[in-house]
């Protein structure tokens, strides 16, 4: 099972970025997914989630600023960011679920299948 995540980087507070979460190993539709991000000496944040059916939540913090999708042909869950703020900088991390016995925002890190390793993203000027 690998879970690797692409495209962060560096951009100016209001602009954009599109993470993406490629998973290989496994059969990737049946697996609820979830974006969480983390600041050094912080805890780990929930920032989104989308469940095998299709169904997404959001932290308060990104509603309205970030969509989470899926593509199960291409074993890919992505993360589109707008309006990125500078507290939106921090690592950020996909993992995945097979059995989601409560809802996704209040599992713990152990919890969860499997993580991906991160991917930064800084947003300032």
């Known amino acids: 099972v690998q879970l690797v995540e692409s495209g962060g980087g560096l951009v100016q507070p209001g602009g954009s970025l599109r993470l993406s979460c490629a998973a290989s190993?496994?059969?990737?539709?049946?697996?609820?997914v979830t974006w969480a991000r983390q600041v050094p000496g912080m805890g780990l944040e929930w920032v989104c989630g989308?469940?095998?059916?299709?169904?997404?939540y959001y932290a308060l913090s990104v509603r309205g600023r970030f969509t989470i999708s899926r593509d199960n042909a291409k074993n890919t869950v992505h993360l589109q960011m707008d309006s990125l703020k500078p507290e939106d900088t921090a690592v950020y991390h996909c993992?995945?679920?097979?059995?989601?016995?409560?809802?996704?925002?209040?599992?713990?890190?152990?919890?969860?299948?499997?993580w991906g390793q991160g991917t930064q993203v800084t947003v300032s000027s």
């Open positions: 190993g496994f059969t990737f539709k049946n697996f609820a």
């Open positions: 989308i469940y095998s059916n299709g169904s997404s």
């Open positions: 993992a995945i679920v097979a059995e989601v016995l409560r809802p996704l925002q209040t599992l713990t890190r152990g919890e969860y299948d499997y």
